[in-house]
Protein backbone atom coordinates (compact mmCIF):
# COMPACT_ATOMS: atom_id res chain seq x y z
CA UNK A 1 0.00 0.00 0.00
CA UNK A 2 1.34 3.60 -0.95
CA UNK A 3 1.99 5.99 1.99
CA UNK A 4 -0.48 8.26 2.95
CA UNK A 5 1.57 11.40 3.71
CA UNK A 6 0.19 15.46 4.58
CA UNK A 7 1.56 18.59 2.92
CA UNK A 8 1.23 21.46 5.15
CA UNK A 9 1.81 25.19 3.37
CA UNK A 10 2.47 27.66 6.43
CA UNK A 11 2.67 30.61 5.02
CA UNK A 12 2.51 34.63 6.80
CA UNK A 13 -1.41 34.93 6.21
CA UNK A 14 -2.94 31.32 5.63
CA UNK A 15 -1.89 27.64 6.38
CA UNK A 16 -3.14 25.01 4.17
CA UNK A 17 -3.40 21.22 4.44
CA UNK A 18 -4.36 18.51 1.80
CA UNK A 19 -3.00 14.41 2.10
CA UNK A 20 -1.48 12.59 -0.89
CA UNK A 21 -1.33 8.82 -1.52
CA UNK A 22 -0.27 7.04 -4.63
CA UNK A 23 -3.45 6.46 -7.01
CA UNK A 24 -5.84 9.52 -5.11
CA UNK A 25 -3.70 12.03 -5.60
CA UNK A 26 -3.92 15.00 -4.32
CA UNK A 27 -6.61 15.91 -1.77
CA UNK A 28 -8.79 19.23 -1.34
CA UNK A 29 -6.58 21.82 0.88
CA UNK A 30 -8.35 23.00 4.22
CA UNK A 31 -7.15 26.48 4.51
CA UNK A 32 -7.48 28.47 7.48
CA UNK A 33 -5.59 32.33 8.42
CA UNK A 34 -2.62 31.98 10.16
CA UNK A 35 -2.63 32.46 13.79
CA UNK A 36 0.33 34.69 14.11
CA UNK A 37 -0.28 35.76 17.69
CA UNK A 38 2.59 33.85 19.13
CA UNK A 39 4.29 30.02 18.36
CA UNK A 40 2.36 28.01 20.74
CA UNK A 41 -0.95 29.12 19.05
CA UNK A 42 0.57 28.67 15.48
CA UNK A 43 1.66 25.36 16.48
CA UNK A 44 -1.77 24.19 17.83
CA UNK A 45 -3.21 25.27 14.70
CA UNK A 46 -1.08 23.11 12.76
CA UNK A 47 -1.69 20.13 14.46
CA UNK A 48 -5.69 20.99 14.83
CA UNK A 49 -5.42 20.89 10.60
CA UNK A 50 -2.97 17.53 10.49
CA UNK A 51 -5.40 16.05 12.70
CA UNK A 52 -8.06 17.26 10.80
CA UNK A 53 -6.99 16.06 7.31
CA UNK A 54 -5.19 12.25 8.68
CA UNK A 55 -8.48 10.27 8.45
CA UNK A 56 -7.56 6.53 9.19
CA UNK A 57 -3.93 6.50 8.38
CA UNK A 58 -1.12 8.87 8.16
CA UNK A 59 2.87 7.89 7.48
CA UNK A 60 4.26 11.34 7.64
CA UNK A 61 4.00 15.00 6.96
CA UNK A 62 6.16 17.89 5.34
CA UNK A 63 5.97 20.82 6.13
CA UNK A 64 6.97 24.24 4.10
CA UNK A 65 7.63 27.33 6.25
CA UNK A 66 8.96 30.95 5.16
CA UNK A 67 12.02 30.49 7.31
CA UNK A 68 15.34 29.51 7.03
CA UNK A 69 15.34 25.91 7.95
CA UNK A 70 18.40 23.38 9.49
CA UNK A 71 16.89 20.47 7.13
CA UNK A 72 18.59 17.87 8.97
CA UNK A 73 16.75 18.54 12.32
CA UNK A 74 13.96 20.62 11.04
CA UNK A 75 14.92 23.52 13.33
CA UNK A 76 13.60 26.84 11.88
CA UNK A 77 16.84 29.13 12.07
CA UNK A 78 15.11 32.13 11.55
CA UNK A 79 12.14 33.88 10.30
CA UNK A 80 10.68 36.90 9.32
CA UNK A 81 6.65 36.79 8.63
CA UNK A 82 5.70 33.45 11.38
CA UNK A 83 6.64 33.59 14.87
CA UNK A 84 8.86 30.21 14.37
CA UNK A 85 12.30 31.80 14.96
CA UNK A 86 14.63 28.73 16.71
CA UNK A 87 11.90 26.46 16.79
CA UNK A 88 12.42 22.84 16.59
CA UNK A 89 9.65 22.56 14.59
CA UNK A 90 10.40 18.69 12.76
CA UNK A 91 10.40 17.30 17.17
CA UNK A 92 7.99 19.56 18.26
CA UNK A 93 5.31 18.21 15.34
CA UNK A 94 6.62 14.64 15.21
CA UNK A 95 6.18 14.26 18.49
CA UNK A 96 2.95 16.38 18.77
CA UNK A 97 1.57 14.31 15.60
CA UNK A 98 3.20 10.71 16.78
CA UNK A 99 4.54 10.75 12.75
CA UNK A 100 7.60 11.39 10.61
CA UNK A 101 8.24 14.96 9.80
CA UNK A 102 9.94 16.82 7.23
CA UNK A 103 10.59 20.83 7.38
CA UNK A 104 11.57 22.91 4.83
CA UNK A 105 11.60 26.55 3.49
CA UNK A 106 7.78 27.34 1.90
CA UNK A 107 9.70 28.24 -1.72
CA UNK A 108 11.79 25.29 -1.68
CA UNK A 109 8.78 23.08 -1.73
CA UNK A 110 6.74 24.91 -4.15
CA UNK A 111 10.18 24.56 -6.54
CA UNK A 112 10.14 20.68 -6.17
CA UNK A 113 6.09 20.45 -7.06
CA UNK A 114 6.83 22.81 -10.21
CA UNK A 115 9.82 21.09 -11.27
CA UNK A 116 6.87 18.21 -12.21
CA UNK A 117 4.12 17.94 -14.54
CA UNK A 118 0.20 16.93 -13.41
CA UNK A 119 1.38 12.99 -13.45
CA UNK A 120 4.25 14.05 -11.42
CA UNK A 121 6.97 13.04 -13.91
CA UNK A 122 10.07 15.10 -13.90
CA UNK A 123 10.36 17.63 -16.24
CA UNK A 124 12.94 20.62 -15.62
CA UNK A 125 15.80 19.36 -13.84
CA UNK A 126 17.37 22.72 -13.36
CA UNK A 127 14.86 25.56 -12.11
CA UNK A 128 14.45 28.42 -10.16
CA UNK A 129 11.14 29.18 -7.93
CA UNK A 130 10.55 32.78 -7.12
CA UNK A 131 7.37 33.11 -5.46
CA UNK A 132 5.44 36.51 -4.21
CA UNK A 133 3.67 36.84 -1.25
CA UNK A 134 3.59 38.40 2.00
CA UNK A 135 7.52 38.89 1.45
CA UNK A 136 9.30 36.83 -1.81
CA UNK A 137 11.11 33.27 -1.25
CA UNK A 138 12.76 31.33 -3.49
CA UNK A 139 13.26 27.80 -4.42
CA UNK A 140 16.22 25.49 -6.38
CA UNK A 141 16.21 22.73 -7.96
CA UNK A 142 19.67 21.84 -9.20
CA UNK A 143 20.41 18.66 -11.09
CA UNK A 144 16.87 17.37 -10.56
CA UNK A 145 17.59 17.35 -6.70
CA UNK A 146 16.42 20.29 -4.16
CA UNK A 147 19.43 22.66 -3.67
CA UNK A 148 19.29 24.29 0.19
CA UNK A 149 23.10 24.98 0.82
CA UNK A 150 25.02 24.61 3.87
CA UNK A 151 22.97 26.04 6.22
CA UNK A 152 19.60 25.32 4.52
CA UNK A 153 18.83 28.82 3.33
CA UNK A 154 20.00 28.69 -0.11
CA UNK A 155 17.69 30.18 -2.51
CA UNK A 156 16.70 32.97 -0.56
CA UNK A 157 16.30 35.68 -3.38
CA UNK A 158 13.79 37.84 -2.08
CA UNK A 159 16.86 39.25 -0.05
CA UNK A 160 18.92 39.72 -2.90
CA UNK A 161 19.94 43.30 -3.86
CA UNK A 162 18.24 45.31 -6.40
CA UNK A 163 17.95 48.37 -5.87
CA UNK A 164 20.90 49.69 -3.04
CA UNK A 165 21.73 52.99 -3.50
CA UNK A 166 25.76 52.91 -3.35
CA UNK A 167 26.39 56.24 -4.73
CA UNK A 168 27.61 58.12 -1.04
CA UNK A 169 28.65 54.82 0.34
CA UNK A 170 27.65 51.61 1.66
CA UNK A 171 24.33 51.95 3.87
CA UNK A 172 24.52 51.00 7.42
CA UNK A 173 21.81 47.30 7.09
CA UNK A 174 18.63 47.20 9.18
CA UNK A 175 15.85 44.95 9.75
CA UNK A 176 14.82 42.54 7.09
CA UNK A 177 13.39 42.94 4.41
CA UNK A 178 16.59 45.21 4.13
CA UNK A 179 15.60 48.60 1.42
CA UNK A 180 16.34 47.94 -1.76
CA UNK A 181 16.06 44.00 -1.83
CA UNK A 182 13.74 42.24 -4.33
CA UNK A 183 11.30 41.91 -1.28
CA UNK A 184 11.05 45.19 -0.44
CA UNK A 185 10.57 46.38 -3.52
CA UNK A 186 8.38 43.91 -5.37
CA UNK A 187 6.61 41.57 -2.60
CA UNK A 188 2.99 41.67 -2.04
CA UNK A 189 3.32 44.33 0.39
CA UNK A 190 5.64 46.42 -2.32
CA UNK A 191 2.52 46.42 -4.40
CA UNK A 192 -0.05 47.51 -1.61
CA UNK A 193 2.12 50.26 -1.28
CA UNK A 194 2.48 51.45 -4.99
CA UNK A 195 -1.27 51.25 -5.01
CA UNK A 196 -1.60 53.28 -1.89
CA UNK A 197 0.22 55.58 -3.21
CA UNK A 198 -1.43 55.41 -6.49
CA UNK A 199 -4.99 56.14 -4.81
CA UNK A 200 -3.37 59.43 -2.91
CA UNK A 201 -2.18 60.87 -6.22
CA UNK A 202 -4.50 59.99 -8.44
CA UNK A 203 -7.67 60.56 -6.78
CA UNK A 204 -9.64 60.45 -10.24
CA UNK A 205 -8.38 56.89 -10.81
CA UNK A 206 -10.33 53.67 -10.17
CA UNK A 207 -7.96 53.18 -7.42
CA UNK A 208 -8.83 56.99 -5.69
CA UNK A 209 -12.33 56.67 -6.03
CA UNK A 210 -12.15 53.26 -4.30
CA UNK A 211 -9.97 55.24 -1.46
CA UNK A 212 -12.38 57.98 -1.54
CA UNK A 213 -15.19 55.49 -0.98
CA UNK A 214 -13.44 54.70 2.38
CA UNK A 215 -12.57 51.28 1.41
CA UNK A 216 -9.06 49.65 1.83
CA UNK A 217 -6.79 49.88 -1.56
CA UNK A 218 -4.18 46.64 -1.63
CA UNK A 219 -2.36 44.89 -4.57
CA UNK A 220 -5.48 42.62 -5.76
CA UNK A 221 -7.61 46.05 -5.94
CA UNK A 222 -4.66 46.97 -8.57
CA UNK A 223 -4.49 44.01 -10.64
CA UNK A 224 -8.90 44.30 -10.65
CA UNK A 225 -8.36 48.09 -11.90
CA UNK A 226 -5.50 47.17 -14.23
CA UNK A 227 -7.46 44.39 -16.29
CA UNK A 228 -10.42 46.86 -16.59
CA UNK A 229 -7.84 49.08 -18.43
CA UNK A 230 -7.21 51.91 -15.47
CA UNK A 231 -3.74 53.01 -16.86
CA UNK A 232 -2.98 54.22 -13.64
CA UNK A 233 -3.56 50.91 -12.54
CA UNK A 234 -1.97 49.81 -15.36
CA UNK A 235 1.39 52.16 -14.78
CA UNK A 236 1.95 50.43 -10.92
CA UNK A 237 1.56 46.70 -12.16
CA UNK A 238 4.50 47.21 -14.67
CA UNK A 239 6.65 49.32 -12.22
CA UNK A 240 6.29 46.01 -9.85
CA UNK A 241 6.69 43.62 -13.05
CA UNK A 242 9.09 45.53 -13.48
CA UNK A 243 11.27 45.31 -10.80
CA UNK A 244 10.53 41.57 -9.92
CA UNK A 245 12.07 41.23 -13.89
CA UNK A 246 15.23 42.24 -11.93
CA UNK A 247 15.25 39.50 -9.84
CA UNK A 248 14.35 37.16 -12.56
CA UNK A 249 17.29 38.43 -14.82
CA UNK A 250 19.55 37.72 -11.34
CA UNK A 251 18.34 34.18 -11.40
CA UNK A 252 19.16 33.38 -14.83
CA UNK A 253 22.39 34.94 -14.90
CA UNK A 254 23.12 33.02 -11.65
CA UNK A 255 21.73 29.54 -12.28
CA UNK A 256 20.96 29.59 -15.71
CA UNK A 257 18.35 27.20 -15.09
CA UNK A 258 15.99 25.10 -17.80
CA UNK A 259 12.86 27.14 -16.36
CA UNK A 260 12.08 30.42 -14.04
CA UNK A 261 8.83 29.98 -12.63
CA UNK A 262 7.20 32.39 -10.69
CA UNK A 263 4.45 31.43 -8.22
CA UNK A 264 2.74 32.85 -4.83
CA UNK A 265 -0.11 34.91 -4.72
CA UNK A 266 1.42 37.42 -7.62
CA UNK A 267 1.15 34.90 -10.34
CA UNK A 268 -2.96 35.65 -9.88
CA UNK A 269 -1.81 38.55 -11.72
CA UNK A 270 -1.09 36.34 -15.04
CA UNK A 271 0.38 37.83 -17.93
CA UNK A 272 -0.11 41.09 -16.47
CA UNK A 273 2.94 40.27 -14.35
CA UNK A 274 4.33 37.89 -16.44
CA UNK A 275 4.90 39.34 -19.73
CA UNK A 276 6.70 43.03 -18.59
CA UNK A 277 8.77 41.00 -15.91
CA UNK A 278 9.97 38.60 -18.71
CA UNK A 279 10.60 41.32 -21.14
CA UNK A 280 12.92 43.61 -18.49
CA UNK A 281 14.55 40.02 -17.22
CA UNK A 282 15.70 39.28 -20.46
CA UNK A 283 17.27 42.82 -21.00
CA UNK A 284 19.58 42.16 -18.28
CA UNK A 285 20.64 38.78 -19.42
CA UNK A 286 24.07 38.06 -19.80
CA UNK A 287 24.35 37.73 -23.49
CA UNK A 288 24.56 33.98 -24.26
CA UNK A 289 23.04 33.04 -21.43
CA UNK A 290 18.77 32.52 -21.43
CA UNK A 291 18.37 30.70 -24.77
CA UNK A 292 16.78 27.77 -23.39
CA UNK A 293 15.43 29.33 -19.83
CA UNK A 294 11.62 29.78 -20.03
CA UNK A 295 9.81 31.70 -17.55
CA UNK A 296 6.70 30.92 -16.61
CA UNK A 297 3.77 30.99 -13.94
CA UNK A 298 3.53 28.31 -11.93
CA UNK A 299 1.46 25.96 -13.22
CA UNK A 300 0.26 24.79 -9.86
CA UNK A 301 -1.12 27.72 -8.31
CA UNK A 302 -1.63 28.07 -5.32
CA UNK A 303 -1.44 24.37 -4.64
CA UNK A 304 1.95 24.69 -5.40
CA UNK A 305 3.12 24.66 -1.86
CA UNK A 306 1.00 22.33 -0.14
CA UNK A 307 1.87 19.75 -2.99
CA UNK A 308 5.40 20.41 -2.64
CA UNK A 309 5.15 19.71 1.05
CA UNK A 310 3.83 16.52 0.54
CA UNK A 311 6.08 15.61 -2.29
CA UNK A 312 8.55 15.93 0.22
CA UNK A 313 7.08 13.95 2.81
CA UNK A 314 6.40 11.11 0.71
CA UNK A 315 9.68 11.09 -1.06
CA UNK A 316 11.87 11.36 2.42
CA UNK A 317 9.55 8.95 4.08
CA UNK A 318 10.72 6.43 0.92
CA UNK A 319 14.66 7.75 1.11
CA UNK A 320 14.47 6.96 5.11
CA UNK A 321 13.03 3.13 4.54
CA UNK A 322 15.80 2.85 1.56
CA UNK A 323 17.97 4.15 3.80
CA UNK A 324 19.37 6.10 0.59
CA UNK A 325 19.29 9.64 -0.58
CA UNK A 326 18.46 9.75 -4.72
CA UNK A 327 16.99 12.25 -6.66
CA UNK A 328 13.28 12.93 -6.11
CA UNK A 329 11.20 10.74 -8.22
CA UNK A 330 8.19 9.07 -7.67
CA UNK A 331 7.85 4.94 -7.75
CA UNK A 332 7.66 4.09 -11.40
CA UNK A 333 4.54 3.44 -13.15
CA UNK A 334 2.94 5.99 -10.41
CA UNK A 335 -0.73 7.00 -11.50
CA UNK A 336 -0.70 9.72 -8.98
CA UNK A 337 -2.64 13.02 -10.32
CA UNK A 338 -3.05 16.50 -9.18
CA UNK A 339 -6.99 17.36 -8.26
Not at 78 to 96: F, T, Y
Amino acid sequence: MSPSVIGVDLGGTKVATASLQGGRGLSQSKVQPTNLSDSGALLDQVVDLVQEARGDGLDAVGVGVPSVVDFETGRVVSSVNVPLADIPLREVLGERLGVPVFVDNDATVAALAEAYDENLELLARNLVMITVGTGIGGGLVLGGRIYRGANGGAGELGHTLVGLDLEHGVPDPVRFPQPGSLEWVASGHAIDRLAAECARSAPASALGRQLAAGEEVLGPAAVRAAREGDADARRIIETWAGRLGIGVANAINTFDPDEVVIGGGAAQAGELLLEPARRVAFGYVLPGLGRRTKVRLAKHGVRAGVLGAALLALHELEEDVRGTRRALRPAAGSTMEVR
